[in-house]
């Protein structure tokens, strides 16, 4: 082997449990093992095409400066430009962006958009930040990766810690540099600068529907069935209101102050209403409270972890007692507890298909933004359905055929899709 060749990183050991990284080149391993794919090609789709890391100084509202560093990754440009969200979170790093970025990718293949995969990141916790200095940190971030973005290269949105308002910032910011308006260049948007309807509830709604299509594959109940959410944010919050408004049984939530649960089921509109009153499910009355450990490992139909990576782990696979685990957050099962419950017949329906539906009306605003001309919430609703229950039966139908899980399932359709594309494009030059 020539001294300058790099190889593909090595899937690491059952043991690593904590780095999304380590998490997400499991996962393409064993569908790479699968699919028998060449090794270069193996090698290629392993690893991020692009990396850029910026350290960037932002005035405080005290007058002092302080200095942050954020991150944006492209893992795939083989299906189009790259797609994938911001997160401004204390935790963030480099691996957990690339892992988001590996995953990204497969989400846009497996439901056929025609994206590559991106993610991004800050490390900063939001909450400590006034207003002022959200909107000038935000700026300046925007303005470090300006070299990567363009609507159509590498397209931003919304993730944990950034919001409708944060991409305004940022949709402003690369006009500005542009000196005419580009709401192209971001999704999740607020409306009236060229947001779509409905993708605030996107996600949330795209994992209720695959959901419902899963528990119309297995026979399972719907309407009356137990659902346990973990996460009230965006995704968890619009995913247990819209559950509860087709008639299942939403019996405990948690967000980072803490849990709740009623085993006879919460009151969403009155939950909702003590959040907006508290910012905090916690304290809701007529719920009791509960850890979030203990939340993930009561009995339910339907488990949706909607918080972040890395919480269904080897250690507690084996008390979960859900029936299907669909997957509001990106990367919430580690490969050792997807083995573990795979084995009890528990059936995880995977991030990469789950919860599309944030990216999928992401893909619909673009396409707004790109001809001006914009859709009804009915008609993106309806959309989204189509497109999530066409790609829940492909994953469940593969499952059956080939006796594997949905996500090895979902993940080996989804790197067939990138690497057929690859091939059929050829290798430049």
């Known amino acids: 082997m020539p001294a300058d060749h790099n190889p593909m990183p090595a899937a690491p050991s059952a043991a690593v449990v904590d780095d999304p990284w380590e998490m997400a080149l499991r996962q393409f391993s064993q569908v790479a093992g699968r699919l028998a794919l060449k090794r270069g090609i193996q090698e290629f789709l392993a690893t991020p095409q692009r990396e850029l890391t910026v350290r960037f100084p932002v005035k405080m509202d005290d007058g002092s400066v302080r200095v942050f560093t954020g991150y944006r990754v492209h893992h795939s440009l083989i299906l189009g430009p790259t797609k994938g969200g911001i997160r401004f979170h204390q935790d963030v790093t480099l691996n957990e962006v690339r892992a988001l970025a590996m995953w990204m990718t497969w989400k846009c293949a497996l439901v056929n958009l025609p994206y590559g995969g991106a993610k991004g990141g800050v490390i900063v916790d939001p909450k400590t930040l006034s207003p002022g200095e959200l909107e000038r940190m935000t700026r300046r971030y925007a303005s470090e990766i300006t070299v990567l973005m363009n609507p159509r290269s590498d397209i931003p949105a ?15 910011t690369f006009s500005m540099h542009r000196g005419h308006s580009v709401t192209a260049v971001v999704t999740g948007k607020p409306v009236t600068i060229g947001g779509s309807v409905g993708r605030k509830e996107a996600t949330g709604r795209g994992v209720t529907f695959a959901a419902r299509e899963t528990a119309r594959l297995l026979g399972l109940p719907w309407r009356g069935a137990p659902v346990v959410v973990q996460g009230f944010g965006n995704v968890g919050s619009a995913t ?7 008639g299942c049984v939403i019996t405990a939530t948690s967000d980072v102050r803490g849990g709740i649960h009623n085993p006879r089921g919460l009151d969403l509109p009155a939950l909702e209403q003590h959040v907006a009153a508290t910012g905090s499910v916690a304290g809701f009355p007529g719920a009791e409270s509960i850890a979030n450990r ?11 972890p909607a918080a972040l990576e890395g919480q269904i782990t080897g250690a507690n696979a084996d008390r979960i007692r859900a029936r299907v685990i669909v997957e509001g957050a990106n990367g919430p099962t580690t490969p050792d507890a997807d083995a573990a419950l795979d084995a009890r017949g528990i059936t995880v329906v995977p991030d990469i298909l789950a919860n599309a539906g944030g990216v999928v009306v992401s893909y619909f605003e673009w396409v707004q933004d790109l001809q001006s001309l914009f859709w009804s919430e009915g008609d993106i609703n309806q959309r989204l359905e189509r497109l999530m229950v066409r790609s829940v039966r492909e994953v469940a139908t593969l499952a059956r055929e080939q006796r594997i899980s949905y996500r090895l399932a979902a993940l080996q359709r989804a790197v067939t899709r990138v690497a057929g594309a690859l091939m059929t494009r050829g290798i430049y030059p």
């Open 158 to 172: 919304p993730d944990v810690g950034t919001n409708a308002q944060v991409m305004a910032w940022i949709m402003d």
């Open 294 to 304: 203990d939340l993930l490992e009561l009995p339910c139909t339907y488990l949706v």
């Open 240 to 246: 247990a209101r819209l559950m509860w408004e087709e």
